[in-house]
């Protein structure tokens, strides 16, 4: 059975930074589309990142302050967030698409993890 299991949330002040960890079990981080999504509180699901072999893709909404990255070698998928702001809160979800490029389309993940929550106080 496929797993996601996410780090590395917290609490941390605006303009601070944070980076998330997404370790895969029975599952291939560098031979398949992953992305982080998240989900503020009474918000709908936002997709703010995706990563597909070399390619990436990110919501306008973090572009220039977010990067996804994965490391083959450990099998994990990583949200580097730099320049934080308050509207960044919520919970953090990794999860894996079905698609072979990146995609901020919610309906196109199958494999999601647990989450680990952000907070950032202004």
């Known amino acids: 059975q496929v797993r996601l299991v996410e780090s590395g949330g917290g609490s941390v002040q605006a303009g601070g930074s944070l980076r998330l960890s997404c370790a895969a079990s029975r599952f291939t981080v560098g031979s398949n589309c992953m992305g982080w999504i998240r989900q503020a509180p009474g918000k709908e699901r936002e997709a703010v990142a995706s990563i597909c072999f070399q390619n990436t893709l990110y919501a306008g909404s973090v572009k220039g302050r977010f990067t996804i990255s994965r490391d083959n070698a450990v099998n994990t998928m990583y949200l580097q967030m730099n320049s934080l702001k308050p509207e960044d809160t919520g919970m953090y979800y990794c999860?894996?698409?079905?698609?072979?490029?990146?995609?901020?389309?919610?309906?196109?993940?199958?494999?999601w993890g647990q989450g680990t929550q952000v907070t950032v106080s202004s």
């Open positions: 999860a894996a698409a079905r698609t072979h490029y990146p995609t901020l389309q919610i309906y196109e993940y199958n494999y």
